[in-house]
């Protein structure tokens, strides 16, 4: 119920910094843990696993690599190049193109 509504837009506040995904993540591991009605020394990776339910990060990466996807085959000549620009280049921060190869990691 709560996947498509984080979802939406993921394609550009994916990006943001790793404290807010790992917000969304523990928020995440937090519900699932009481859906399962798992105990406190149950590891969330065996929980996501068990539950066949994708980390806020795989969801991330899985969204914005079928946006890139269909960005390169759509018909408009100017949105097909937009995965092959880079406009300019921001420190620290990670660019939404990057998002399908971002590192996966899921806290606690």
């Keep these: 119920m709560i996947i498509p509504i ?5 394609e550009i506040w994916g990006s943001t910094r790793e404290s807010n995904l790992s917000c969304q993540q ?3 591991s937090k519900s699932l843990r009481m859906i399962a009605g798992a ?3 149950i590891n969330n990776e065996c929980i996501h696993r068990d539950l066949e339910m994708p980390t806020v990060r795989e969801k991330i990466q899985n969204i914005s690599s079928r946006h890139i996807t269909r960005l ?3 018909p408009n000549d100017l949105a097909a190049c937009l995965p092959l620009r880079r406009a300019y280049i921001r420190l620290k921060r990670a660019d939404p193109l990057d998002l399908p190869s971002r590192r996966t990691r899921i806290p606690g």
């Excluded at 984080?6 to 993921?10: E, F, V």
């Design 6 to 10: 984080w979802s939406y837009g993921i």
């Design 26 to 28: 523990s928020y995440q």
């Design 39 to 41: 105990d406190w020394y």
């Design 72 to 74: 390169a085959a759509h």
